[in-house]
Structure formats: structure tokens, C-alpha cells
């Protein structure tokens, strides 16, 4: 379904029933567009009573913490069961389709991000950042039930009971009272959230044009800019910017407050703001380094000096360690979205990536449609790495050949303080998998674009082996590499 067929149908709601027959819809069209119509099961009116329930927190969410950048942690809150976030999915396109955030809100909305929040703000002498504290946690269940009844949603009461219902959770404070709130996690809260902060960004914006200043909002973090200064602690724009924050229901995180002027570093939403925008040398130093030691040392070496910070900037993996290619991939789409693509920084990463995953496709490393990109003897890897690797059987092994081939082995490792997973050759036996020094783990990518590594028999076999790696020579390297 397009956007303009679901808004009229969501318009013309008027009882439960309207709203599941909508939604099963909508799964149906998306189920058959994706050739999965024979897996199609329709949502229930028992789906919709359990869900709407935000009492039922524990069973519709899980919940973990998330490090955040400026230390400490945010507690995310996330659908539990692909049932309950497929819900939550379409009902999230149900309001996109009827409703379109303010001209001020940047953040969770098409054709605006970051880099448009941070360029309304370049070339300012004086910027001020503030940031709203528990953002989502603020906004209660009535606020969005009252929300969606309004323009543009004007959704029917019946309707709105449910949808708010569905969209909330129950939050038990330590005082024994009880919340309900918009979840983060949930993939209708920043939708919800521009909804209710629709009021917040009209009254600030006019408090911008009053000062002559510059106004933006992404998500809980706001932004005023200027070539002029009205931001004084007890001045007049101060005052009134608290007045108008905590008549909306929301409190400022008073030790986020900052003001940047200009010859000190200025920067929105993570960006660098001043004549022109740029991510942090920070930024660019970890793709130069990391590319670097890939090119120079082998995946392998680059992989154990890239997962433990990965992994201590991520916090939460909900779905395991993604693959470092993609992740360097993902880093210089950023860099040119920011930067631009004919900025000479990013061309000569990007050259310096498209270099090393071009050999990834050579043919010449391809075996049986396998590329193995790098293979190094077990032994030495061990000793490299600083590792174990163990091979082991997915179900007890009866067999008493000791050169009988095992119905399913694994094989566990760790690499840079994450555990990995390998696969096993199939045609090596019981016998050779306990004579480590004939084996060899290779790094390999498959015919659909997986990486993984495999164990296999050293004479598998003979091309690119991982570079011998001198420790000391590599720290020496990463330290000119810092100091430039």
C-alpha cells in the first residue's frame, strides 16, 4: 500500500476492527511484494488486546543498557517478539502516512539528518546546545493519546485508545507510583515524540526569530545559533527558553548546557560546524589507522585492533559482531555525506578501501567460488592473536574411526577480546583435527558477499598468506600515525 491509500484508510477508522483489517493489509501487500505470501498469518484481535496492554511491559520488551559518549549509560527498551515489533512497524508507517514533522525537527525524519541539522548552524560565531533530559521517558501515554486525536492524525478516539496503549510502556518508580511512557527502543517513540514536541518547536522557533537566531532540534538535543550573543545565563532569552521548556513537560539537562564560540571547536549533533562542515580528526584518524594496518598487516591483525573498540563504543550487539568491511564501508558513507564527495579526504580512503576489498574479488585468490583472502598456519595465528582455537562438535560424536569425518563441527576463537566463530572443512577428518600444526585458518568471503573464517588443511591452500607481523614495528607505525 502507498502512503495516500493508508492515510485514507486510517482517516476513515472507527473501530478495532478497521484498524486490524488495515493492518493485515498492509502486511499482506508487503508479504507478497517480498514473495513470502504463502508464510502470510494475520495479526489477531488477541494480538491487539495483549498488545495495547502497556502493563504486559516484561513480555513485549526487553530491556538493556547502552554506553553513552559522554559516559554513563541510556536504558533502551526494545520489542521483544517479531509479532509485537511488526505491530509496532506498520502502525509507525500508519503515522508517517498521516502526519509530517515541523520544519525545525531534524532528527527520525525523511530527507533531514544530522548533516542538515549541523549545516543550518555553519559559519556562526556563537552556538548554544541544549539538551532535554529523559526525553522520552517525559512524554506519557495521555500526551500521545490526546496527540493523535488532533490534527493532522485526527484519529478516532476508539482508535487512538489502542494505538496509545500500543505505543506505551508501564515505568514502576522507586516511589511506588506508576508511569506510562513512551518506550526508547520502540520504533514508533521518534515519531511520537516530533508529535508532541510540535508545540515546543513552534514556540521556540518564535523565540529564535524574537532574538534573531537560529533554531533546530534533533531528537532531545536543540540548538540556537547567532552572530551575535543573547545567551547569558540570567538574560532575558535564557529565561524565557525555561519558561516555554518546562510549561511543554520537559526539564533541561543543565550539565549539557555549552555555548561554543567561534575559534574554539563548534559542533551539532556530532558534527563539526564552522565555514564548513567536518567530521572530528578523531574520525578520521581511526579509518586512516585502521585501513592502514589492513593494508600492511593483514585482515586479521586489523580485525583484533578493531572489535574491542567496536565493541566498547557499541556497548549492546543485538545481533553479534558485524563484519569490519562493512563497518569502514558504513564510516566513509558518513564522511562523504558530511564532507562531500569530492573532498580529497574522503577520495583517498575511499581509494585506499577500494583497493583492499578489490582484492577480495580477484579470481585468482577464488576457489571452488570461495575467495581466501588471507591464511595463516594455526599455530602462528594462536601465537599472533594471542588466542585459542578450539574445533568442536555441534552433538556428541559415536563414531570410534578416528579418520570418520563428524556430522557438524565449529570451531571457537577469540579476536580482539570477541568471540568468533569458524567453520570446519568437511573433509577434514577426526585424526588431522587434533594435529593443529598441519592445519590452517583462513579468512574467507563467500559467493554472496559473507565474510567467515574456516579451518582447513594447510595444504588447501597456497596463496595469500597473512604478513608476518612485527609488534614492535607496529606500534611504532600506529604511533607516527597518531602524532601526524
Known sequence: MDRNSIATQARLMETKADLLRLLNQMKWDEMEREGMADRYHPFTSTNINYYCNPNHTALRYRIFKIPKRSGGSRVITAPRNKTFKLLLRYVNEIFKALYT??????????????????????????????????????????????????????????????LAGLCAMRVDLEDGNVQYVLPQGAPTSPILSNMICDTLDRRLAGLARRFGLN?????????????????????????????????????????????????????????????????????????????????????????????PKYQADKGHLKKGMPQMPNIIEGKLLYLKMVKGESDSVYLRLKAQFDRLTGQLR???????????LETTPLLE??????????????????????????????????????????????????HEEQHKEALAISHCLSPEGQHFWLIHRQDKVTHRPAPPVDLDQLTQDLADLLSE
Not at 506519557?140 to 493519546?145: G, I, N, S
Open 101 to 162: 514533522p515541523s520544519p525545525h525537527a531534524m532528527g527520525f525524519t525523511e530527507g533531514r539528518s544530522v548533516v542538515t541539522n549541523a549545516d543550518l548552524h555553519r559559519g556562526q560565531i556563537y552556538v548554544f546546545n541544549i539538551d532535554l533530559q529523559d526525553f522520552f521517558p517525559s512524554i506519557h501515554q495521555a500526551r500521545v493519546w490526546k496527540r493523535i486525536q488532533l490534527d493532522p492524525l485526527g484519529l478516532k478516539r476508539p482508535i487512538a485508545n489502542i
Open 215 to 307: 533554531y533546530s532540534r534533533y531528537a532531545d538535543d536543540i540548538t540556537f545559533s547567532s552572530m551575535h550573543h543573547v545567551y547569558q545565563p540570567d538574560g532575558a532569552f535564557r529565561r524565557e527558553l525555561e519558561r516555554i521548556i518546562t510549561g511543554q513537560g520537559f526539564v533541561i539537562n543543565q550539565s549539557k548546557t555549552r555555548l561554543q564560540k567561534r575559534g574554539a571547536r563548534q559542533e551539532v549533533t556530532g558534527i563539526i560546524v564552522s565555514d564548513k562542515l567536518n567530521v572530528s580528526q578523531h574520525y578520521v584518524r581511526d579509518l586512516r589507522n585502521l585501513l592502514y594496518i589492513w593494508e600492511r598487516y593483514g585482515y586479521d591483525t586489523a580485525c583484533s585492533r578493531f572489535y
Open 362 to 372: 580477484d579470481t585468482r585468490n577464488m576457489t571452488h567460488s570461495i575467495a581466501y
Open 381 to 430: 595465528f594462536e601465537q599472533k592473536n594471542h588466542t585459542l582455537v578450539e574445533i568442536l562438535h555441534s552433538t556428541p560424536q559415536e563414531q570410534t574411526d578416528t579418520d570418520a569425518t563428524p556430522s557438524h563441527r565449529y570451531a571457537t576463537f577469540t579476536l580482539g577480546g570477541h568471540k568468533m566463530l569458524a567453520s570446519v572443512n568437511k573433509v577434514l577428518t577426526a
